[in-house]
């Protein structure tokens, strides 16, 4: 289920989620273990290209210990109606609550807002939301249909207030569709070090991002940088590999664990 800022204050009390109007109450504990998924890059364009989709859900389906997922943008080709209409219905045969943020494909330049088709099936293109003491932030970093992106001062600040009611002790992940990681192979936000100074006084964890389609993990300062295949056979991955697929988180007390999971094509 797509979760809307309304949906998902009713779902609060069965998974133990904040709705974001401040900083969770949750206390963290050591032996609290958070498990999600994260898919990138769907690029869906057709009836057809949504077939790995389906086959990405059912297999998200499977893992029983996966609580909610992030589609870190890029669900569609082009931004059209058609295309977040079949990206939706896919993704709404998923077992457990997910969040998107936009990728530049998800913008429709035909329209006078270009991201109308994206907001109407998605409604969120940033959020805010606390689990299990784990502070988990979905920020928009587009700029149109533009694969080098700056983070404008409106989005700046809306990331500022948001880390101002967090408890400086709370551990954070980020996610966005444009790169962060530090020796990324393209496509960095220019201003990331600006973004990320933003979280100075904070628990910053993990980005997760797309965009770049290719596995690249680093970790710098404590924080873990990941982007991820596409998961789309309407693109090929830019690392010359031809793995599709998406990859799953556990954050278990101080440690993070992740692993790829294919998807066949």
Known sequence: MSVTRRQFIGLTAGLGLSAGLGFSTNTFAADDTITFAAINDIHVKDAPSVDIVNEAVIRINAIKEVEFAVIIGDLGSDGTRMEMKLAEAALEKLRVPYFCVPGN?????????????????????????????????GLDTCNGTASDVTIPAARMKWLSEQIKGIREDQPIALFAHHPFNPSTRAYRVSNA???????????????????????????????????????STTRSN??????????VYTLNGESIEHRFVEVPV
């Not at 830019?238 to 990859?247: A, H, N, Q, S």
């Open 238 to 247: 830019f690392d010359g590999t031809k793995e599709k697929g998406f990859r």
């Open 105 to 137: 494909h998800d913008y429709d330049p035909t329209t006078a807002n270009g991201y109308v088709h994206y907001d109407a099936a998605f409604e969120r293109r940033q959020w805010h939301q606390a689990q299990t003491g784990w502070v988990f932030l």
């Open 193 to 231: 070090e600006q973004v990320l100074d933003l979280f100075k006084d904070h628990d910053l964890r993990m980005v997760a991002s797309g965009h770049y389609h290719g596995n690249q993990i680093e970790e710098r300062n404590g924080i873990l940088f990941t982007t991820t295949v596409c998961c």
